[in-house]
């Protein structure tokens, strides 16, 4: 299936607009991983935990958008967008979101 941010498939004409599709996912921050975060930001070192986590999190959320894209049964889903958001007490948790729109191409 192809995913792109951009409106349209370049040759391929959109015959059919399925509607929005969206995938979500929440992540919890472990306090083991937040003291070893913090440690290697004050050393200038990547936090290599959390990059894991959010890639992690990240592909997670576009196969939801996937597998609700090709419910629809959708050959593409165009004009998506990637969005971050901290929630949760003290911003304990991390949503990643995807949403696009549901399309049949010619």
Do not use: C, H
Not at 39 to 55: K, L, N
Not at 91 to 104: D, E, F, I, N, Q
């Amino acid at each position: 299936m192809i995913i792109t941010t951009t409106p349209t498939v370049e040759g391929r004409p959109i015959t059919r607009y399925l509607g929005l599709v969206t995938g979500e996912v929440i992540i919890g921050a472990n306090i083991f991983s937040d003291l070893f975060a913090s440690v290697r930001d004050i050393v200038g070192g990547r936090a290599g935990s959390y990059e894991r986590a959010m890639g992690d999190a990240r592909a997670a959320a576009y196969r939801e958008l996937q597998d609700e894209a090709k419910d629809l049964g959708a050959d593409a889903v165009v004009g998506v967008d990637l969005d971050y958001e901290v929630l949760g007490k003290a911003g304990s948790m991390l949503m990643v979101s995807v949403t696009g729109t549901a399309v049949k191409l010619g």
